[in-house]
């Protein structure tokens, strides 16, 4: 599958989210569709592995994104609660994403 580049000038989306009593900023980039193309995420505590690994959970969700890799695939790959809650910043990121755009 081949990556779709994002535009150099695109929309974006910017909002707080609290998971599991921590607080981070999230960035949501758009193609010029409205699809998705790529998430950014930063935590409260700059340099925490906390942080670290949401940016790189970001990452991944905007290259497999980029990929053409549907939203609601990714929901169902990341891990949740018996209550289908997300277990992390991450999972909790991409429930907003569905929120916003769909499956």
């Known amino acids: 599958m081949t990556r779709a580049i994002l535009p ?3 929309a974006v989306e910017t909002f707080d989210l609290r ?3 921590m ?3 999230v960035s949501i980039g758009f ?3 409205g699809r ?3 998430v950014f995420v930063t935590g409260t505590k700059a340099g925490s ?3 670290a690994v949401s940016r790189d959970g970001a990452i991944l969700i905007s290259l497999a994104l980029q990929h053409g890799v549907p939203v609601d695939v ?3 790959a990341v891990t949740r609660t018996a209550g289908d809650e997300p277990s992390s910043i991450i999972g909790a990121v991409v429930d907003r994403l569905v929120q ?3 499956s």
Do not use: A, L, M, N
Request: proline share 4%.
């Open 100 to 102: 916003e755009v769909g």
């Open 19 to 21: 998971h599991d009593s």
């Open 8 to 10: 150099e000038r695109r």
């Open 31 to 33: 193609y010029d569709d």
């Open 23 to 25: 607080s981070f900023t």
């Open 74 to 76: 990714i929901r169902h």
């Open 49 to 51: 592995g906390v942080e």
């Open 36 to 38: 998705p193309g790529e």
